[in-house]
């Protein structure tokens, strides 16, 4: 690296390398400092904004539509620049789905290096418009800087019907929850990092991480979900605690139920576990109740994930047929019941780990 910004010297570099995906987000407890200092925008139309931490914003437009309006970039998580291209669009993609829309139109933004070779950059590109393409939505522009460290994602519109938003808060008592995707890349990333993963741990990453949350929404929409985000940058326990938060919820996780990506166990063990999960379990702990479980599965259930699944809260007498409509419907991805919601109605979120 060349190190011409004085912005960016060699160890910061160094850093942004080894956090790629989601896991090079800002902490939470960090960045809900940060959100505090901004004015609180209204506006009647607004439907969903960022008090919330929900996945996008959306805006009412008339009675059959709302807009809703998402972007995320981020650094390579894996060395294939098309598939990078790919993970990138898709993990932007799913904030739409993740509100229970259609993404529509999308815009490129796009970091790189100017010594870099720039095919490396069309191929980046190529595997984003791929993805933008498989979810029927259109590319239409972008914009991108010089910059050190690579970076790539999207801002994507989407649309909804304003009855039938997904929110990340309103899951009940006696909801099953439903995660769409295995967990565990982060640390399946960074054990190919350390050239200590097999292949097949990271074929399986990268299959988890390039498959678009489209089906398991389709799925979903269906059913009467109660509350639904995708699983990413905060990890699955991080994720169910802004659930179990926002809506006074009390959720039991029954961990070996969790699927979670071939290996991934094994190297949370030998200790390749991306630092975000550490920042991810310090901002749980207090709503945690992790009995005497091992370590490794909260290195596991606080992993970073990149392009994660869709966790959905889902009422108990539909959870058997959500369940056969989803093993019908060929998902790539693994499909598990993570835990229920306990209570509802309490003061204050909290998550209790069972085996
Ligand atoms: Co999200
Ligand atoms: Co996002």
Same mark, same amino acid.
């Given at each position: 690296?060349?190190?011409?910004?004085? %912005?960016?010297?060699?160890?910061?570099?160094?850093?942004?390398?080894?956090?790629?995906?989601?896991?090079? =987000?800002?902490?939470?407890?960090?960045?809900?400092?940060? !959100?505090?200092?901004?004015?609180?925008?209204?506006?009647?139309?607004?439907?969903?904004?960022?008090? &919330?931490?929900?996945?996008?914003?959306?805006?009412?437009?008339?009675?059959? /539509?709302?807009?809703?309006? &998402? %972007?995320?970039?981020?650094?390579?998580?894996?060395?294939?620049?098309?598939?990078?291209?790919?993970?990138?669009?898709?993990?932007?993609?799913?904030?739409?789905?993740?509100?229970?829309?259609?993404?529509?139109?999308? %815009?490129?933004?796009?970091?790189?290096?100017?010594?870099?070779?720039?095919?490396? %950059?069309?191929?980046?590109?190529?595997?984003?418009?791929? =993805?933008?393409?498989?979810?029927?939505?259109?590319?239409?522009?972008?914009?991108?800087?010089?910059?050190?460290?690579?970076?790539?994602?999207?801002?994507?519109?989407?649309?909804?019907?304003?009855?039938?938003?997904?929110?990340?808060?309103?899951?009940?008592?006696?909801?099953?929850? !439903?995660?769409?995707?295995? /967990?565990?890349?982060?640390?399946?990333?960074?054990?190919?990092?350390?050239?200590?993963?097999?292949?097949?741990?990271?074929?399986?990453?990268?299959?988890?991480?390039? +498959?678009?949350?489209?089906?398991?929404?389709?799925?979903?929409?269906?059913?009467? /979900?109660?509350?639904?985000?995708?699983? +990413?940058?905060?990890?699955?326990?991080?994720?169910?605690?802004?659930?179990?938060?926002?809506?006074?919820?009390?959720?039991?996780?029954?961990?070996?139920?969790?699927?979670?990506?071939?290996?991934?166990?094994?190297?949370?063990?030998?200790?390749?576990?991306?630092?975000?999960?550490?920042?991810?379990?310090?901002?749980?702990?207090?709503?945690?109740?992790?009995?005497?479980?091992?370590?490794?599965?909260?290195?596991?259930?606080?992993?970073?994930?990149?392009?994660?699944?869709?966790? !959905?809260?889902?009422?108990?007498?539909?959870?058997?047929? /959500?369940?056969?409509?989803?093993?019908?419907?060929?998902?790539?991805?693994?499909?598990?019941?993570?835990?229920?919601?306990?209570?509802?109605?309490?003061? =204050?979120?909290?998550?209790?780990?069972?085996?």
């Amino acid at each position: 690296m060349s190190g011409n910004t004085p %912005l960016s010297d060699e160890i910061r570099l160094t850093q942004f390398a080894k956090h790629g995906g989601c896991a090079a =987000k800002i902490g939470p407890d960090t960045l809900s400092r940060v !959100l505090e200092r901004l004015p609180k925008f209204s506006d009647p139309s607004l439907l969903v904004g960022f008090e &919330t931490s929900d996945d996008a914003a959306v805006y009412k437009v008339t009675d059959d /539509i709302a807009v809703i309006q &998402t %972007l995320d970039f981020f650094t390579p998580v894996v060395d294939d620049p098309y598939t990078f291209g790919q993970v990138a669009a898709a993990n932007a993609l799913s904030d739409v789905y993740a509100m229970g829309g259609e993404p529509k139109i999308a %815009l490129n933004i796009v970091e790189f290096p100017g010594e870099l070779d720039p095919d490396i %950059l069309g191929e980046i590109l190529r595997g984003g418009a791929d =993805k933008v393409h498989e979810a029927g939505a259109v590319l239409v522009g972008g914009h991108s800087i010089q910059d050190d460290v690579p970076k790539y994602g999207l801002a994507v519109t989407g649309f909804v019907h304003p009855d039938k938003i997904y929110k990340n808060y309103g899951c009940r008592e006696g909801d099953v929850l !439903l995660l769409t995707k295995q /967990i565990g890349s982060g640390i399946v990333n960074t054990a190919v990092k350390a050239q200590m993963a097999s292949e097949e741990s990271a074929r399986e990453a990268i299959r988890v991480m390039t +498959t678009l949350n489209r089906k398991a929404k389709e799925t979903a929409r269906k059913y009467s /979900i109660h509350a639904c985000t995708d699983v +990413t940058g905060f990890g699955l326990l991080g994720h169910c605690s802004e659930m179990a938060s926002a809506s006074g919820a009390q959720i039991q996780i029954n961990v070996e139920d969790v699927a979670y990506m071939q290996g991934a166990k094994e190297y949370a063990r030998m200790g390749l576990v991306p630092g975000g999960a550490y920042r991810n379990r310090k901002h749980v702990e207090p709503l945690l109740d992790a009995g005497d479980l091992d370590e490794v599965w909260l290195d596991l259930l606080c992993d970073p994930q990149t392009s994660g699944g869709l966790l !959905l809260a889902v009422p108990e007498a539909e959870a058997g047929s /959500i369940l056969r409509e989803f093993a019908q419907a060929e998902m790539v991805t693994e499909v598990s019941v993570v835990g229920r919601v306990e209570k509802s109605g309490c003061e =204050k979120g909290r998550i209790c780990l069972r085996k």
